[in-house]
């Protein structure tokens, strides 16, 4: 199993270290914290159903990330797919990513957490 793929369970199964969950200026395309210094993004193109998580290692915060509009010329990122990675635990997984992180941008967690715990 490749790296990234492995990471990106890890964040699955550490989704409580996932924060910041931001939706960027393409309504697809979703900006968060893992660990509260890892700069991530994960984004769907519904026309052929793949996924891609971008990694971003420069000095931007999260928010500038998010807000973003033009040419992203200068911004230090990695991006996978779930088309290059090519297996199905790799979609699978990066589609898992990209509800949890959903969630959190639209304050969907917190709603369900206070639900089930009974919060007022």
Known sequence: ??????A?????THENMIS????????KEIFFLYNEKYKW?????NENNQYFLYYY?????????ASHEG???????IHYS??????????????ELYRIV???????????NDIINGIP
């Open 82 to 95: 779930s088309k290059d990675l090519k297996t199905r635990e790799a979609y699978e997984s990066m589609v």
């Open 102 to 112: 959903k969630e959190k941008a639209y304050g969907v967690d917190q709603a369900l």
């Open 41 to 45: 993004s994960i984004s769907i193109n």
């Open 8 to 12: 990106i369970n890890t964040m699955i």
């Open 1 to 6: 199993m490749s790296k990234i793929i492995t």
């Open 57 to 65: 290692s420069g000095d931007e915060t999260i928010e500038a990330l």
């Open 20 to 27: 910041n969950a931001q939706i960027g200026t393409n309504i």
């Open 71 to 77: 040419t992203w010329e200068g911004t230090k990122y």
